[in-house]
């Protein structure tokens, strides 16, 4: 089992940046792909950004491309989604996932989610 807890979320005006973070715990070791997704009051859990664990390679929502990177630090267990450019429509909860298998774009991929951190973007 792995356990997940976001960080970073909170209040911002547009065109500003956040950095979430998410710190992994329990047996990591079974983590191969970890990804953010957001829940907005039109998108249900909408995928955002993935990374595989072990290599690093990225995927991300084509729509967000160019303003969302996600990045990740082993050694803390951590992944991060540095947030610019940052739109009302980009307000949501923003939840962190692990996958133990190659997952893709679906949440139904991914075994472990954390509480979720909230993001609040103002005009």
């Known amino acids: 089992q792995v356990q997940l807890v976001e960080s970073g979320g909170g209040f911002m005006q547009a065109g500003g940046s956040l950095r979430l973070s998410c710190v992994a715990s329990?047996?990591?070791?079974?983590?191969?792909?970890m990804a953010w997704f957001r829940q907005t009051p039109s998108i249900a859990r909408e995928f955002v950004s993935s990374?595989?664990?072990?290599?690093?390679?990225?995927n991300d929502a084509a729509s967000l491309k160019g303003r969302f990177t996600i990045s990740k630090d082993n050694a803390k267990n951590t992944i991060y989604l540095q947030m610019n450019s940052l739109k009302p429509d980009d307000t949501g909860v923003y939840y962190c996932a692990a996958s133990s298998i190659l997952a893709n774009t679906r949440p139904a991929s991914f075994d472990s989610w954390g509480q979720g951190t909230q993001v609040t973007v103002s005009s």
């Open positions: 329990g047996l990591t070791s079974t983590i191969n792909t």
């Open positions: 990374i595989r664990w072990y290599g690093g390679t990225t």
